[in-house]
């Protein structure tokens, strides 16, 4: 009894509750299991168990399930030639298409001029398109040459530098 004494002093047991255990009445405080207002399981309505087919029909199913088992063993072989093309579409509602979809067309965008329509070109430089009236372009490489000081605006003073007071 001494060790009963001693067990039920544990930091995580308290006396009390170490007899409530002992006795079970800590198990009237604990909620029912789930379940006990339902009715028992009959098991009279369990489906009998289904009849056995015939052997030989079970032998040819295995032999197909066999032979299918030995092709997935092998790789498939490339395709090539008329057998390359995909059907157009598989058999369903809605229809499945044999092979992805082509990608989008893209329209090619008219070349950008590197210097604006008025503007004398200068040396190197290509004619760009076949409109007689568009600018010429810059042959590939040939770098456009900086603005002039005129076209940067009027020249002023830099801006006043602000105080941190």
Do not use: H, K
């Amino acid at each position: 009894m001494p060790f009963l004494v001693l067990a039920a002093c544990s930091a995580q047991l308290s006396p009390g509750r170490f007899a409530g255990d002992l006795t079970g009445s800590s198990l009237e405080e604990r909620l029912a299991p789930p379940g006990l207002d339902r009715p028992l399981p009959n098991l009279a309505s369990v489906p009998e168990r289904p009849a056995r087919p015939d052997p030989a029909y079970r032998s040819s199913l295995e032999t197909s399930l066999r032979a299918d088992r030995e092709a997935s063993a092998t790789p498939l072989a490339p395709r090539t030639g008329a057998n390359a093309a995909f059907p157009a579409e598989a058999p369903g509602r809605p229809p499945i298409p044999g092979a992805p979809p082509p990608p989008p067309a893209l329209v090619r965008a008219d070349p950008v001029p590197w210097v604006a329509p008025g503007i004398p070109l200068p040396a190197g430089t290509v004619s760009g398109g076949t409109d007689p009236g568009a600018p010429a372009l810059p042959s590939p490489g040939a770098v456009p040459s900086l603005p002039t000081p005129d076209m940067l605006g009027p020249a002023s003073a830099p801006p006043p530098v602000p105080s941190l007071r």
